[in-house]
């Protein structure tokens, strides 16, 4: 049986939410094999109870598999598609962090939760006047920077930092807590179009039909930090959903980024909290720029459709092939090769190269610290242009 269909078998058994869900994926190594579990093993996982096991060994019932068939055909007609863990379209960050989603239900340009450049920017509901001006800003001029723009389609802080990234000419994912059929929230439903409309991508973990429980949002939040590489918050209390993103986002090792404001205002008590944990400190774009080491000056990621900005011209002058440096280790030849022909992405350098994604990251640290190649916007890489360069 196709394994999202198991998935999905999983995800409509009653009590069987996305935490507990992740508990069996990560003991069982797939959807089919917790299917065919007995009720010891997988009463052996914590939350499982006998009642739940039981309710598991009866998800493949023929009535329940018609009923499961047929909400995949109702959202393939919405347009959306199943995303699963291991998939190549799958958010590599956020596959990495303790509780991962097993799939993911995606509307819109799902390639871009592979992006290399994503970053959060999350904040009050009920945001001033001066916060979401803050927040469309620093959303525009990243989305002209190369950055894809990740956030709740909350209104507030979320729905500025969507309409800044759009009118930035940029791209943007927003992450929702309910069924990817539900208008919510509804002040934000032209919002919505406009971000399909645009290419963008709306990314959920819950069922169609599932309406924005209260408890659904907390794990929203830790799909919205971990699938990015930092967070930006503009405005928070000291109790917000904005905070428990933040606070996900340092556990999950992301670079928090915080907006102060007003020392009477209860909107930055959160954020002034996030300062005094170690956040860093932001007035404008260039401090998230350069504390993630990213050049300035406006550029557009292939494949983004932005015509707001000029591309960012990479030009370099390659070497022969044949002129290495002369100490340069085995492993690192192949890479220097590759980038002799010229500015190469991260995943070209993967794809031809052949190496394991592992191995190329710790490759390209060390020829970086050994200044041999560059890290130029949008995850691509060429030789240093003056410094240890064969003659």
């Not at 450049?117 to 999350?122: D, Q």
């Not at 539900?182 to 169609?208: F, M, S, W």
């Not at 490759?363 to 200044?371: G, H, N």
Request: overall charge neutral; proline content about 7%.
């Amino acid at each position: 049986m196709e394994e999202s269909i198991d998935w999905l078998l999983l995800a409509r058994t009653p009590g069987l939410g996305p935490t507990l869900l992740n508990r069996l994926g990560q003991h069982f190594a797939t959807p089919e094999a917790i299917l065919q579990a007995d009720v010891k093993q997988l009463t052996a996982i914590a939350g499982i109870t006998p009642a739940l096991a039981a309710a598991i060994k009866r998800a493949r019932h023929p009535e329940a598999v018609a009923r499961v068939e047929q909400e995949r055909q109702r959202l393939l007609a919405l347009g959306g598609e199943v995303v699963l863990r291991g998939q190549s379209n799958y958010p590599s960050l956020l596959g990495q962090i303790t509780n991962p989603a097993p799939f993911l239900f995606t509307l819109g340009s799902a390639e871009l939760l592979q992006r290399p450049a994503l970053i959060a920017i999350v904040g009050s509901r009920a945001a001033s006047v001066d916060g979401w001006k803050m927040a469309y800003r620093l959303a525009f001029d990243l989305a002209r920077q190369g950055w894809v723009i990740v956030s709740g389609l909350a209104v507030g802080i979320d729905g500025a930092a969507h309409q800044g990234a759009l009118d930035g000419g940029g791209s943007t994912i927003a992450v929702i807590s309910c069924g990817l059929n539900i208008d919510y929230p509804k002040p934000n439903r032209e919002l919505r179009k406009r971000l399909l409309q645009q290419g963008g991508c709306i990314v959920t973990e819950a069922c169609l039909d599932t309406p924005p429980l209260a408890p659904l949002f907390p794990l929203r939040n830790r799909l919205i930090s971990g699938m990015s590489l930092a967070v930006v918050v503009v405005e928070a209390a000291l109790r917000s959903g904005a905070l428990i993103t933040a606070r996900l986002a340092l556990e999950q090792g992301r670079t928090v980024f915080a907006v102060p404001g007003p020392v009477t205002d209860l909107r930055s008590r959160g954020v002034h909290q996030l300062l005094r944990d170690g956040a860093r400190l932001v007035e404008g774009v260039d401090d998230i720029l350069t504390e993630l080491c990213w050049p300035s000056g406006p550029m557009v990621l292939p494949g983004s459709g932005s015509t707001a900005a000029p591309k960012l011209a990479i030009t370099v002058a390659a070497p022969a092939a044949s002129n290495l440096p002369d100490d340069l280790p085995p492993e690192m030849v192949v890479v220097y090769k590759l980038l002799q022909q010229g500015p190469h992405h991260q995943d070209q350098l993967l794809r031809h190269g052949q190496l394991t994604e592992a191995t190329l990251s710790r490759i390209l640290l060390q020829m970086e610290l050994s200044e041999l190649v560059e890290r130029r916007p949008g995850n691509y890489f060429s030789l240093t242009t003056s410094k240890n360069k064969p003659a």
